[in-house]
């Protein structure tokens, strides 16, 4: 025992050197990830042990990850978007600088139906929306009809019609049953030909023997389309919500608009505009094809595919990076006096300046079948330079959480209060055969993940709490970050990602990390959170003892071999 722990230090002291090492050889243009693996490296060498039964090894694994690109230039303090400390994530990702002013956040999903259909009638050049699936509902049939009520008047209008609508949803997803996404979006094609896209991706790892073999429904386990992303002229709708009648009305979860955004709306565009372009083409007569030259993602060479699906999303990523730090330069930094876009805006009318940002939006994607895998890094970078006595608030509609995720939670000083759903308000539950196993599978990774706090002695740090509303389901997902000391969140990240194994390795993914210093909209976030864990109950031991948390022998077998499927 003794001999033990003469060892601990030496481990640690080794640990830190080579970690040290490992910075040393990064390329200078990987300042982020060297600055991020030297902080790590500090911590090991001053023996921080923060698990009795892991070592402390596991805190670092997780930033074992690819390098993904990063700016060489450090952050600019000077600026006035320097006063928030998240600056490093424009490193990785374009920063857009806007007022809060601009950004509101929605509550429930009448208020999104309602929204998207205001905006799309509102909408004078352009309609993108990114999506799993449209449902086939009178609801879904509505916003259609506003869709070709909006494109009517376009064409109408004098001159060449401007508006121009892009719409990518998952092929297999909305390719399911007779009545699907594709027979909702023909009648458009056929009647506006020139102004209407709808692009179907398909995973590249869905092929073969193995694409051949699947049945429908069980072959969307492999991979998705399932960012979800909403836009209109120079507004911009993020959401974890699907295109369906459930996400109008009883299915909860979490909606930000930004009003007058320019830049982010661009960059949403392009963005899916790239994916579009890998995607399969939706024709007038329901078939698909690819574009002209492109690669095919089942039938073609996976490798070239997926090199020419990460060049073209890379592109967007660091073209509007360049555009965002052009446009910083111009506006804080230009050389000739009373030329910067502020000197310029100061002597503008009071009621034509622009507002000062005090809210920034970062977008993080995440597309390992392309080997992206930005906003995975940035999770566990926030996760892991989480202070003591920080709060974060954790919500995801499918408690499943990466293996790295559950060290960083358990391993690092922060409190955290998970939100995930009861077994009664799972979008699982009710269904038939197999899927109807899937809320005891959710329970049984509970159950494992609130044993294993319980072992570590850390209820009091790290708290579960199931949402339960009657009559609806919880689909909700995003973190929020509450710096210690503060009863008001500072960041928030909103999107498609549940913070499980397939939105990590299998789908694409986007949301946006909104860090902001405006006390009105971090009243607005605080609000937010506070609303949905209203409707929940804190888990304890008594919760699993409960008839309705029984999970059946053969459920506790298989969850092992398939949770990385759901």
Same mark, same amino acid.
């Given at each position: 025992? !003794?001999?033990?722990?003469?060892?601990?230090?030496?481990?640690?002291?080794?640990?830190?050197?080579?970690?040290?090492?490992?910075?040393?050889?990064?390329?200078?243009?990987?300042?982020?990830?060297?600055?991020?693996?030297?902080?790590?490296?500090?911590?090991?060498?001053?023996?921080?042990?923060?698990?009795?039964?892991?070592?402390?090894?596991?805190?670092?694994?997780?930033?074992?990850?690819?390098?993904?690109?990063?700016?060489?230039?450090?952050?600019?303090?000077?600026?006035?978007?320097?006063?928030?400390?998240?600056?490093?994530?424009?490193?990785?990702?374009?920063?857009?600088?806007?007022?809060?002013?601009?950004?509101?956040?929605?509550?429930?999903?009448?208020?999104?139906?309602?929204?998207?259909?205001? +905006?799309?009638?509102? !909408?004078?050049?352009?309609?993108?929306?990114?999506?799993?699936?449209?449902?086939?509902?009178?609801?879904?049939?509505?916003?259609?009809?506003?869709?070709?009520?909006?494109?009517?008047?376009?064409?109408?209008?004098?001159?060449?019609?401007?508006?121009?609508?892009?719409?990518?949803?998952?092929?297999? *997803?909305?390719?399911?049953? *007779?009545?699907?996404?594709?027979?909702?979006?023909?009648?458009?094609?056929?009647?506006?030909?020139?102004?209407?896209?709808?692009?179907?991706?398909?995973?590249?790892?869905?092929?073969?023997?193995?694409? #051949?073999?699947?049945?429908?429904?069980?072959?969307?386990?492999?991979?998705?389309?399932?960012?979800?992303?909403?836009?209109?002229?120079? /507004?911009?709708?993020?959401?974890?919500?699907?295109?369906?009648?459930?996400?109008?009305?009883?299915?909860?979860? *979490?909606?930000?608009?930004?009003?007058?955004?320019?830049?982010?709306?661009?960059?949403?565009?392009?963005?899916?505009?790239?994916?579009?372009?890998?995607? #399969?083409?939706?024709?007038?007569?329901?078939?698909?094809?690819?574009?002209?030259?492109?690669?095919?993602?089942?039938?073609?060479?996976?490798?070239?595919?997926?090199?020419?699906?990460?060049?073209?999303?890379?592109?967007?990523? /660091?073209?509007?990076?360049?555009? +965002?730090?052009?446009?910083?330069?111009?506006?804080?930094?230009? %050389?000739?006096?009373?030329?910067? #876009?502020?000197?310029?805006?100061?002597?503008?009318?009071?009621?034509?300046?622009?507002?000062?940002?005090?809210?920034?939006?970062?977008?993080?994607?995440?597309?390992?079948?392309?080997?992206?895998?930005?906003?995975?890094?940035?999770?566990?970078?926030?996760?892991?330079?989480?202070?003591?006595? !920080?709060?974060?608030?954790?919500?995801?509609?499918?408690? /499943?959480?990466?293996?790295?995720?559950?060290?960083?939670?358990?391993?690092?000083?922060?409190?955290?209060?998970?939100?995930?759903?009861?077994?009664?308000?799972?979008?699982?539950?009710?269904?038939?055969?197999?899927?109807?196993?899937?809320?005891?599978?959710?329970?049984?990774?509970?159950?494992?993940?609130?044993?294993?706090?319980?072992?570590?002695?850390?209820?009091?740090?790290?708290?579960?709490?199931?949402?339960?509303?009657?009559?609806?389901?919880?689909?909700?997902?995003?973190?929020?970050?509450?710096?210690?000391?503060?009863?008001?969140?500072?960041?928030?990240?909103?999107?498609?990602?549940?913070?499980?194994? *397939?939105?990590?390795?299998?789908?694409?993914?986007?949301?946006?990390?909104?860090?902001?210093?405006?006390? !009105?909209?971090?009243?607005?976030?605080?609000?937010?959170?506070?609303?949905?864990?209203?409707?929940?109950?804190?888990? %304890?031991?008594?919760?699993?003892?409960?008839? %309705?948390?029984?999970?059946?022998?053969?459920?506790?077998?298989?969850?092992?071999?398939?949770?990385?499927?759901?």
């Amino acid at each position: 025992m !003794a001999a033990r722990k003469r060892k601990a230090p030496a481990m640690a002291a080794g640990g830190a050197a080579l970690w040290r090492r490992l910075s040393a050889w990064l390329p200078r243009g990987r300042l982020g990830l060297a600055a991020l693996l030297g902080r790590l490296s500090d911590r090991l060498s001053r023996g921080r042990d923060r698990r009795a039964r892991r070592s402390s090894w596991l805190l670092l694994a997780p930033l074992l990850s690819p390098p993904v690109p990063v700016v060489t230039a450090p952050p600019c303090s000077l600026c006035p978007e320097g006063a928030h400390r998240f600056q490093w994530i424009r490193n990785l990702v374009p920063e857009f600088g806007i007022s809060s002013s601009h950004v509101k956040v929605l509550s429930s999903p009448a208020e999104f139906y309602e929204l998207l259909k205001v +905006q799309i009638k509102a !909408a004078k050049q352009r309609v993108v929306m990114a999506s799993l699936y449209l449902g086939t509902g009178i609801l879904e049939q509505e916003l259609v009809y506003c869709l070709e009520e909006t494109l009517e008047k376009s064409l109408q209008a004098k001159g060449s019609p401007d508006l121009r609508v892009s719409i990518l949803l998952d092929y297999t *997803r909305g390719s399911r049953g *007779r009545k699907n996404s594709r027979t909702m979006l023909v009648p458009l094609l056929q009647r506006f030909p020139e102004q209407v896209r709808v692009s179907l991706f398909h995973t590249p790892n869905l092929r073969g023997l193995l694409r #051949l073999l699947i049945p429908e429904r069980f072959n969307e386990t492999i991979g998705l389309q399932h960012i979800k992303v909403y836009l209109f002229d120079d /507004n911009v709708i993020l959401s974890g919500a699907n295109l369906s009648d459930l996400y109008f009305t009883n299915r909860q979860d *979490r909606y930000v608009l930004l009003r007058d955004s320019p830049e982010i709306a661009d960059f949403f565009t392009e963005l899916v505009d790239a994916i579009g372009d890998v995607s #399969l083409q939706l024709q007038q007569d329901d078939t698909v094809q690819m574009m002209e030259g492109m690669v095919h993602p089942y039938q073609g060479d996976k490798v070239a595919y997926c090199e020419i699906a990460n060049r073209r999303v890379m592109e967007v990523i /660091n073209s509007a990076r360049t555009r +965002q730090e052009h446009l910083h330069a111009k506006t804080f930094h230009s %050389s000739q006096p009373g030329s910067s #876009l502020l000197s310029q805006q100061g002597s503008q009318a009071p009621g034509s300046q622009k507002p000062e940002p005090d809210t920034w939006i970062y977008p993080l994607i995440q597309m390992k079948p392309f080997g992206i895998q930005i906003d995975e890094m940035v999770t566990e970078t926030l996760l892991t330079e989480a202070e003591r006595d !920080a709060r974060i608030y954790l919500t995801t509609g499918y408690f /499943n959480l990466t293996q790295a995720y559950m060290d960083l939670i358990l391993g690092t000083r922060a409190e955290y209060r998970i939100l995930l759903a009861s077994p009664e308000v799972n979008g699982f539950f009710g269904a038939k055969g197999v899927a109807g196993a899937i809320p005891a599978a959710y329970v049984y990774i509970e159950h494992q993940f609130y044993s294993e706090v319980c072992c570590l002695q850390q209820q009091e740090r790290v708290q579960l709490q199931e949402y339960s509303r009657a009559g609806w389901t919880f689909h909700a997902k995003g973190l929020w970050l509450y710096l210690a000391g503060s009863d008001l969140p500072c960041l928030t990240l909103i999107g498609s990602p549940n913070f499980g194994y *397939r939105s990590v390795h299998r789908d694409l993914e986007a949301q946006v990390a909104i860090v902001t210093e405006n006390k !009105a909209l971090q009243q607005q976030l605080h609000q937010e959170q506070e609303q949905l864990y209203l409707c929940s109950g804190v888990v %304890s031991t008594s919760t699993f003892e409960q008839p %309705s948390r029984y999970v059946k022998l053969w459920v506790k077998l298989v969850t092992p071999l398939i949770k990385n499927f759901f």
